[in-house]
Nanobody
Framework: VQLVESGGGLVQPGGTLRLSCAAS????????MGWARQVPGKGLQWVST???????YLANAVKGRFTISRDNSKNMVYLHMNSLKPDDTAVYYC?????RGQGTQVTVSS
């Protein structure tokens, strides 16, 4: 299982980012995929999950601002983040079950 995230960066409060995750090493369409985030010194926080059939789930902290999507033809999963807040600052990880990528840093600051 290999998961490679991209798309993080520095953004001002209220801004938008789209994170991407390229998955390989397994039959992508058969698995639910997700995103989690971690702030230094704190545990991993679940953010969102998309099932293999496209049903989506979002943590209350991001509901209404983030959306998750997937493209099974490209083995890609995305996290669209709108109305970003400083509290969204974290390393974001693409996940498949207990597996996760190396993460991409998102910093929300003016």
């Amino acid at each position: 299982v290999q998961l490679v995230e991209s798309g993080g960066g520095l953004v001002q409060p209220g801004g938008t980012l789209r994170l991407s995750c390229a998955a390989s090493g397994f039959t992508f369409s058969l698995y639910a995929m997700g995103w989690a985030r971690q702030v230094p010194g704190k545990g991993l926080q679940w953010v969102s999950t998309i099932s293999k059939d496209g049903t989506t789930y979002l943590a209350n902290a991001v509901k209404g601002r983030f959306t998750i999507s997937r493209d099974n033809s490209k083995n890609m999963v995305y996290l669209h983040m709108n109305s970003l807040k400083p509290d969204d600052t974290a390393v974001y990880y693409c996940t498949r079950g207990e597996n996760r990528g190396q993460g991409t840093q998102v910093t929300v600051s003016s």
